[in-house]
């Protein structure tokens, strides 16, 4: 089963609302917002009034992906905010193991993500404890890029190694995930797409949704 998380990034901020709503209605499963801090990466996007916000219009889970530098600082806030699982980057956690239990303490979904540039397997020691795995498919930092496919490497990687250890942690992707690549990722074993410019400039989302399920 895929499930379908559209980028809030790419979504028009004047009318979020209705964006939302419309996504749902076209059956995605999450949304997935990207906080990013200048810092991290060349990029600043929402804050956690925003997330908070947008909590209380969603009527499915959100999907909080942190760009930041020293994000153990901010779990606490976008728990509150209504995060329902929190994402962050092993480049940016030099003590991922006490990162991930503290996403865990808040009550979310722990995820920890991978830059195309980082090798899946210095996460080995930590996999047993997470729910997630997001594997960057760009360079983090803008919407619109496109489809790295080394990264396949790491998707099979991760996938190979869920099954000999009986683990269950989805695997996720991002950036530059389109009909064709979203083909790519799913032969590697991905469970959710994360889709940001394709998926808003779709007029048929919900049929943009149908096609990267099947
Ligand atoms: C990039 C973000 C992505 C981005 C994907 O730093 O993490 O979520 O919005 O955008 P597209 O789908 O346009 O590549
Ligand atoms: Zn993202």
Redesign the pocket.
Known sequence: MTFVAP?L??ADYLHLGQEVADAEQAGVDYL?I?V?DGHF?PNLTFGIDMVAQIAKAARIPLDV?L?LSQPESYIEHFAKAGAKIISVHIEACPHIHNTIQQIKAAGCKAGVVLNPGTAASVLAPILPEVDLVLQ?T?N??????SFIPSTLQNIQYLDQFRKQHDLHYLIEV????NQETADLCKDSGVDIL??????FGQVDKAGCVELLKK
């Open positions: 980028s990034l790419a997935h990207d990013m990466v992906h760009m960057m760009v983090p930092g803008f919407g619109g890029q991002d950036g530059g995930i994360v889709a940001g410019s394709y998926f």
